[in-house]
């Protein structure tokens, strides 16, 4: 009796996956491509105007200049107040950033120790401070960190993309192997853009800086991006080297519906945790989790809703012309 009750109940169980497999593999990507795109380059041009007319507020690692960073023992002024104040010593244009309740950064042009000192005791005379840090780069210096961090960014792309291409060498039909690269590199574009489109708002409204720190995240960014495409490629490979599904359009809706559910899932995991950083994890941290939350997020819908169906896409227009 115990028997047949097991076997009834797993019956039920598989017949419940299967029709709830056959419901989710109804779902067509590829049907509904063109709204993707339409959304995504929607955000690319708001990005890329963005980009022109803002442009990018890059910290002293890359511009050179002076941070020195402070704390007030007491209320903290304004930052016109501040700006006041030092303005009588006639040290050139400075600008503030306040973090936290009681700290702030002034960032000026490159002074010596004796300026730096007149800024300091100009301040003690109408307020309680501590110095917390103080520090200075040359504009040669910033010049070659930021020209090498465009080398890296672009030798990472090209790596990327080779990679990819070198992957899928033996797929050769019906898409070609390089074409694979040059989705995934178009993908990665969309990730890296709408973050730095973001931070070029950002730098304009509330004077957030390029950083190291930000650089590494999109880096990263670039990273998560290319490996949850990849995920759903070699699904793609898998499936056609099976001849799972009739066509190739239907092959790439039937492998992001299989690899949906680990790439929601691997992004909602992340996105938690950097969260988590964004509202907890102190100033330091708050825009670096921040970098990765959008680049995360444009990343996994870029994977999911970009990659694929601009495969099919692609393959449409060569059967058109063809």
């Known amino acids: 009796m115990r028997i047949y009750k097991y076997a009834d109940s797993h019956i039920c169980r598989l017949a419940l996956f299967a029709s709830y497999s056959h419901l ?11 709204i993707y795109y339409i959304f995504s380059v929607i955000l690319i041009i708001v990005s890329i105007a963005s980009l022109i007319i803002f442009g990018l507020k890059f910290g002293i690692e890359f511009t050179g200049g002076t941070n020195i960073e402070i704390e007030f023992l007491d209320s ?3 930052n016109e107040e501040l700006s006041s104040k030092i303005a009588a010593l ?38 309680k401070i501590q110095e917390n840090n103080f520090q200075y780069i040359g504009p040669s210096v910033g010049n070659e960190i930021k020209n090498k961090t465009l080398v890296a960014v672009l030798l990472a792309l090209l790596a990327i993309t080779l990679y990819i291409a070198l992957a899928f060498r033996k797929v050769s039909r019906p898409v070609a192997s390089w074409k694979y ?23 304009k409204f509330y004077n957030v800086e390029i950083t190291i720190p930000i650089i590494a995240a999109l880096l990263t960014v670039l990273g998560f991006s290319v490996h949850d495409t990849i995920v759903i490629f070699d699904r793609i490979r898998e499936n056609i080297l099976k001849k799972s599904a009739e066509s190739f359009f239907k092959t790439i809706d039937l492998s992001l519906n299989q690899t949906l559910g680990r790439s929601v899932s691997t992004v909602a995991t992340t996105l938690f945790v950097m969260v988590a950083v964004f509202f ?25 809703f970009i990659a694929g169906p601009l495969l ?10 063809g």
């Open 181 to 203: 690269g040059i989705t995934s590199l178009i993908a990665l574009f969309h990730d890296i853009l709408i973050p730095l489109g973001a931070f070029s708002v950002l730098g």
């Open 24 to 34: 989710i593999n109804m779902f067509s990507f590829t049907k509904y491509s063109t």
């Open 312 to 321: 099919a896409t692609w393959q449409k227009w060569e059967e058109k012309r």
């Open 76 to 78: 903290r002024p304004g």
């Open 90 to 127: 006639g040290l050139g244009e400075i600008s503030i950033q306040q973090l936290g309740q009681k700290q702030a950064v002034l960032r000026l042009k490159e002074i010596d120790e004796a300026a730096h000192q007149k800024i300091i005791a100009k301040l003690n005379e109408s307020y």
């Open 280 to 304: 907890f994890g102190g100033q330091t941290l708050k825009f670096f989790a921040l970098a990765l939350i959008i680049g995360i997020s444009s990343g996994a819908y870029s994977s999911i």
